[in-house]
């Protein structure tokens, strides 16, 4: 027979000392969530400059003097996009990560190892977004 | 009987959606980042090299089916989330709309954008 527990607010942030790893992962999973749907908006917005770009003259886009190349390349030379950058893959290999997590606890394995392997993910999560930081940082200009 | 903590429907069908998205868009998340930083270069973008991209049908494909899951999953997700903070009644119902509209307009939005590239006219708007 089923029964139902009294959680308290389940979003109390004032408990935080209180939160399991579990806990933790899930509100990681959240906020990294939150932040890949926005950058997905945001992505498709900066993308659509795409749409005046194909109307350009053969001779522009040859020269890349189009809209699209020149809005991504004027992004791509500030600092601050690309430590955004180096933020969202570290968002994104985070989520991917949890979310194999918890796709094999969902099926039943793993269950008595989801403490490990949370901070499984946050070492390696904290290790790939190191480790591309030169790549991400290649010919920008400070 | 177990528990159950989910803020899912038992047996619905977006709790199963949210998790056959997920399984693809580990896959294709990680190959997209892979190729367009590492394989690739951001700062190194141009408009022919993404066009060249999107005109190979089995490309195009796959960004098309990328958005449409990554919409649905990332959309899905924030009702959910919203739902767990208490969203409940003529808010509840308010806010699907409102998510279901803009999950509608990205999409659009995207398709053009690929569209644009792959050198795609269907309509006139599109």
Same mark, same amino acid.
């Given at each position: 027979?089923?029964?139902?527990?009294?959680? @308290?607010?389940? &979003?109390?942030?004032?408990?935080?000392? &209180?939160?399991?790893?579990?806990?933790?992962?899930?509100?990681?999973?959240?906020? !990294?969530?939150?932040?890949?749907?926005?950058?997905?908006?945001?992505?498709?917005?900066?993308?659509? !400059?795409?749409?005046?770009?194909?109307?350009?003259?053969?001779?522009?886009?040859?020269?890349?003097?189009?809209?699209?190349?020149?809005?991504?390349?004027?992004?791509?030379?500030?600092?601050?996009?690309?430590?955004?950058?180096?933020?969202?893959?570290?968002?994104?290999?985070?989520?991917?990560?949890? @979310?194999?997590?918890?796709?094999?606890?969902?099926?039943?394995? @793993?269950?008595?190892?989801?403490?490990?392997?949370?901070?499984?993910?946050?070492?390696? !999560?904290?290790?790939?977004?190191?480790?591309?930081?030169?790549?991400?940082?290649? @010919?920008? !200009?400070? | 009987?177990?528990?159950?903590?989910?803020?899912?429907?038992?047996?619905?069908?977006?709790?199963?959606?949210?998790?056959?998205?997920?399984?693809?868009?580990?896959?294709?998340?990680?190959?997209?980042?892979?190729?367009?930083?590492?394989?690739?270069?951001?700062?190194?973008?141009?408009?022919?090299?993404?066009?060249?991209?999107?005109?190979?049908?089995?490309?195009?494909?796959?960004?098309?089916?990328?958005?449409?899951?990554?919409?649905?999953?990332?959309?899905?997700?924030?009702?959910?989330?919203?739902?767990?903070?208490?969203?409940?009644?003529?808010?509840?119902?308010?806010?699907?709309?409102?998510?279901?509209?803009?999950?509608?307009?990205?999409?659009?939005?995207?398709?053009?954008?690929?569209?644009?590239?792959?050198?795609?006219?269907?309509?006139?708007?599109?």
């Amino acid at each position: 027979m089923s029964q139902s527990y009294n959680r @308290g607010r389940i &979003e109390d942030f004032g408990r935080w000392r &209180e939160f399991s790893a579990g806990m933790w992962a899930w509100i990681f999973h959240k906020f !990294t969530g939150w932040v890949l749907i926005g950058y997905l908006f945001t992505h498709i917005a900066v993308l659509s !400059t795409a749409l005046t770009a194909a109307n350009a003259d053969p001779s522009t886009i040859a020269a890349h003097n189009d809209v699209y190349t020149q809005t991504i390349r004027a992004l791509e030379s500030l600092l601050v996009v690309r430590i955004l950058e180096v933020g969202l893959l570290a968002v994104a290999v985070f989520h991917i990560l949890n @979310g194999i997590r918890l796709l094999l606890v969902d099926l039943g394995i @793993g269950l008595e190892a989801q403490d490990r392997s949370f901070y499984a993910s946050l070492v390696l !999560t904290g290790v790939i977004a190191v480790a591309s930081v030169p790549t991400f940082l290649a @010919g920008v !200009t400070f | 009987m177990a528990e159950r903590y989910s803020s899912f429907e038992k047996g619905g069908r977006r709790w199963l959606l949210q998790r056959v998205t997920a399984a693809f868009l580990i896959v294709v998340l990680a190959f997209h980042f892979f190729l367009l930083h590492f394989v690739n270069h951001a700062n190194e973008v141009t408009f022919q090299m993404s066009a060249g991209r999107m005109q190979q049908w089995i490309y195009y494909s796959l960004m098309v089916l990328f958005l449409i899951t990554a919409t649905f999953h990332g959309v899905n997700g924030v009702y959910n989330a919203l739902v767990n903070m208490g969203l409940t009644g003529a808010r509840k119902r308010a806010m699907k709309a409102a998510l279901s509209v803009a999950s509608l307009l990205l999409i659009v939005q995207g398709l053009r954008t690929a569209n644009a590239w792959a050198g795609i006219d269907l309509l006139p708007i599109i």
